[in-house]
């Protein structure tokens, strides 16, 4: 997902080259926006974390780009392109270092394991979506 402050700020086109250029296929993508009700689903595992309320309000505060990558090993190659959660701590290159702005506005999200992966992607997308 590219979060809402990257949007706002223009960073879909230069965040999207960077995933390209990593070697990421796009399978799917599509530029909507989460509904608190949305955001609240799908960050539910974090539901209990004292920044839920905060994540949830920022997620749906404006529109954010879902996408599907395809590559292999996808889900560690690319936390390695975005970075640490927080920008400060990301590393020089990584898409957080470049474009995030707080750990609530860190600029993308990528899921954790294959399997929230497959979750995530199913949250956004039919099957009749991916290519
Ligand atoms: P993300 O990779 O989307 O997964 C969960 C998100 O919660 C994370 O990126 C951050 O944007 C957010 N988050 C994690 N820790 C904090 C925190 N301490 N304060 C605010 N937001 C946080």
Redesign the pocket.
Known sequence: MIKPDAVAAGNIGGITKMIEDAGFKIVAMKYTRLTAELAGKF?EV?AERP?YG??VEYMSSGPIVAAILEKDNAVADFRTLIGA?NPAEAAEGTIRKIYATS??A?AV??SDSDENAAIEGNFYFSQLERF
Do not use: S
């Open positions: 960050y974090h920044f905060e994540l959660t750990i609530a860190n999200h990528g």
